[in-house]
């Protein structure tokens, strides 16, 4: 074999690969429910705290949490925890939360569960067709709906602090 | 294979590959979360193996590390 | 499929390195190994959210080279150098949107070294070696901040390394953003080094005091998700090192005091779902400076089990000599040097890695074996007596909490 030259020579092409690259980010943002958009109905099995089928519409006039999550999510190891926690503060005021998992093995979901343990009912949705009548852009996504069933604020991702953020939304939105 | 050529072929590969490419969905990622599917899984061993071979071969950078420095000839 | 790997919010697999289980950060400059010389630029990392626990990690590797073969040998010890290397570090999030990490390494190192390759009695060349008792200890310190936002994250690092005879200070910031779909991951990294050499003269004499040597690198990477179950990346990085870059324990070893290093790196992961393991490809294309090119090709099987991973991997390596080296050093030239690391020769490594989940506890283990041979290699050039082969051993122990 040959030697192959100089680095300088090698660095010219490749700087235009990344050139190009950069150039391409196109790909359009998927469009995400926003503001006041009717949340999608849906009906799903239940997994955990519940039996049989869940359903959005039966919620209407509670403010609704719907998390879309997965077992191998990370930060939905802090979501979850947090959720249970706002649960417990206002179920009883008329607030649901409402979990789908987008779990591919039902199992996977499960013992997830098993060392984050919930209070809410949690669904799964093997097929990806609700998350996708949602845009989901992201793990964990949130969307906190009102009495009316209207979408009125998206959480993509979780970190710390987010749960105080989500309690006054929540405060807010039954106040309404 | 001279220079130019070499990394024109990378080009090539990478931008093919690139352009007919549909997103794959947020809630359909579990697979690309598996630990195998990551760049490198453990830091701390890239360093280690940066470290030996860094010491042992002349190349260095890239997915490697890069060399020189201690005593360890 | 493997519990425990988990990716952050909005970028899921588009992380050059989300590691399991819980997503963190690479350290720029803690990738690097021995010495903050020259920095790898990258590895970018990922993740937009910070790690969701505290990790605390020890690891114990032994690194240990085979003897000089005794028809290589001419005289001084035949026993080349054994490693202990201890890692330990601690990695915490730190409010809501920060994560630090402090990395410790400790090398100790015992053994002899090459000093200068001379000719047998049957005219074939032989290495002299230094005396068996070369110690050295080595200390690295390092200190990673990472901030994290929606779409990528930045870090900073500081990494310092002491040794009897060796200083260095490196400064290392990286960061990684993705595209609007989070299909796409572009990572940056620059890094700067100090060094300084001074000499310990002991079981080998030595002509300088002391000298100074400083690095600079830069890595360009983008990673592209291609499907549910495949993921691609290319990389770039150029690195420029000016002062004392030869051997100071080496009897004849004179070399450039600049040295311009670029590698293309090239990267694929595949899963099988119908076996639940990944497939892991990973090639660079180096060339320098001084006449030597390389080529690595890396192809590993990651397998999932229960609680349990499995991970056997092959490593090739070809390199192509340095414009100045020579079996036997030439001291007529400008430069030279007989350093088998600056020969033609090819290697291979072969090993495998485990880990075992329990709880919030993992443990892992790996052996490896590496051999290299002038009659393995893809380039043309004379053998060096001194090539190397050795084995190396982990065990650590890794704990999470909240």
Redo the contacts between chains.
């Keep these: 074999m040959t030697s ?2 100089h680095p300088q ?2 660095l010219r ?2 700087a ?2 990344f050139a ?2 950069l150039g ?1 980010s196109q ?1 359009a943002t ?1 469009a995400t429910l926003s503001d006041a958009t009717p949340a999608p109905e849906f009906t799903l099995p239940l997994v955990a705290n519940g039996e049989g089928d869940i359903s959005l519409l039966n919620l209407r006039g509670s403010v609704v949490y719907v998390d ?1 999550w ?4 990370g930060p939905c190891r802090l979501s979850l925890p947090a959720l249970d926690t706002l649960y417990r503060e206002f179920g009883d005021q008329g607030f649901a939360v409402t979990a789908v998992s ?3 093995v039902e199992e996977d979901a499960l013992d997830f569960l098993k060392r984050y343990p919930v209070s809410y009912p949690v669904a799964i949705d093997k097929t ?1 067709a609700v ?2 009548s949602y845009s ?4 964990p ?1 949130g969307y906190l709906i009102d009495k009316a069933g209207k979408v009125r604020s998206v959480h993509v991702g979780f970190k710390k602090g987010d749960e105080a953020a989500l309690r006054e939304e929540i405060k807010a939105l039954l106040a309404e | ?4 050529r ?3 072929i ?2 090539l590969v ?2 093919s ?3 007919g ?53 | ?2 519990r ?4 952050a919010a ?1 970028n ?10 819980t997503p ?4 720029l400059l ?12 990258y ?2 990392v990922l993740a937009d959210a910070p790690p969701e626990f505290t990790e605390v ?1 020890l ?1 114990y ?1 032994r ?1 240990s080279e085979d003897n000089l073969a005794t028809d290589k040998f001419i005289g001084g010890s035949r026993e080349r ?1 054994d ?1 202990d ?1 201890t ?1 330990f ?1 601690i990695e915490a999030p730190v409010g809501s949107s920060w994560s630090v990490a402090l ?1 410790v ?1 400790n ?1 100790y ?1 015992s053994g002899a ?1 090459p000093w200068f390759v001379g000719t047998q009695v049957n005219g074939q060349p032989g290495v002299i070696m230094s005396g068996a008792s070369i110690q ?1 200890n ?1 200390v690295e310190v390092g200190v990673t901040t990472r901030y994290f936002w929606a779409d990528g994250n930045a870090g900073f690092n500081i990494t310092q ?1 002491k ?4 200083e ?1 200070l490196a400064f290392a910031f990286d960061v990684a953003w993705n595209s609007d ?4 991951t572009w990572s940056v990294s620059a890094s700067n080094s100090n ?1 300084r050499v001074e000499p310990v003269d002991g079981n080998i004499p030595v002509f300088i005091d002391r000298e100074d ?1 400083d ?1 600079q ?1 830069l ?1 360009f990477g983008v ?7 495949a ?9 420029q ?1 000016e002062g004392y ?1 030869s ?1 100071p ?2 009897l004849f070893d004179q070399r450039p005091d600049e040295h311009q ?7 694929y ?1 595949k ?1 099988f ?1 119908d076996f639940q ?2 497939l ?1 490809v ?1 090639y ?5 400076d ?1 006449g ?1 090119d ?1 080529h ?1 090709v ?1 192809a590993a099987w ?3 089990f229960d609680r349990v ?1 499995l ?1 056997p991997y092959l490593r090739y ?1 070809t ?1 192509g000599e ?1 414009d100045f080296f020579g079996v036997t050093a030439d001291l007529g030239a400008d430069f030279y040097a007989d ?1 088998f ?2 020969s033609s020769y090819g ?1 291979f490594t072969l090993g495998l ?1 485990s880990t075992l989940q329990l709880g919030d506890w993992q443990i ?1 283990g ?1 052996l490896e074996r ?1 051999e290299s041979d002038n009659d393995w290699g893809l380039y043309s050039g004379d053998a060096a007596p001194a090539l ?1 082969d ?1 084995w ?1 051993a ?1 065990v ?1 122990i890794t704990w999470r909490f909240d």
């Design positions: 192959l030259g020579q090698l092409p490749v235009l690969i190009l690259l391409w790909l998927a879309f997965a077992s191998w999510c987008v779990d591919v990806g998350p996708r989901v852009n992201g793990m996504s | 294979m001279s220079v130019p070499f990394v024109a990378a080009c990478t931008l590959g690139c352009s490419i549909e997103p794959v969905p947020a809630w359909e990622r579990g697979y690309l979360a598996d630990e195998g599917m990551q760049w490198q899984a453990n830091p701390r061993e890239a360093k280690f193996e940066g470290h030996v071979y860094t010491s042992k071969e002349a190349s260095s950078g890239g997915a490697g590390a890069a060399g020189g420095g201690c005593g360890c000839n | 499929m493997q425990g790997a988990a990716v909005t899921a697999g588009a992380s050059p390195v989300a590691p399991t289980p963190r950060k690479t350290p803690t990738a690097l190994g021995a010495s903050v010389a020259t920095l790898p630029a590895q970018g990690g690891r590797s690194y150098y490693i290397v890692q570090w990395d390494q090398d190192m070294s050295d080595r390394s040794e009897d005879d060796y260095a779909d989070n299909s796409r060094d040597l690095t690198s890595y990673s592209q998700i291609l499907s549910r179950t993921i691609v990346r290319v990389g770039l990085s150029y690195t090192s870059l051997d324990y080496k290093r670029s590698a293309l790196t090239f990267g992961r899963f779902t393991g990944a892991q990973d660079r294309f180096y060339s320098d001084w030597t390389s690595t890396e990651h397998q999932n991973t991970m390596y390199q340095a350093d690391r600056l290697a890695r892992e790996q590496y190397v050795f190396r982990t650590g």
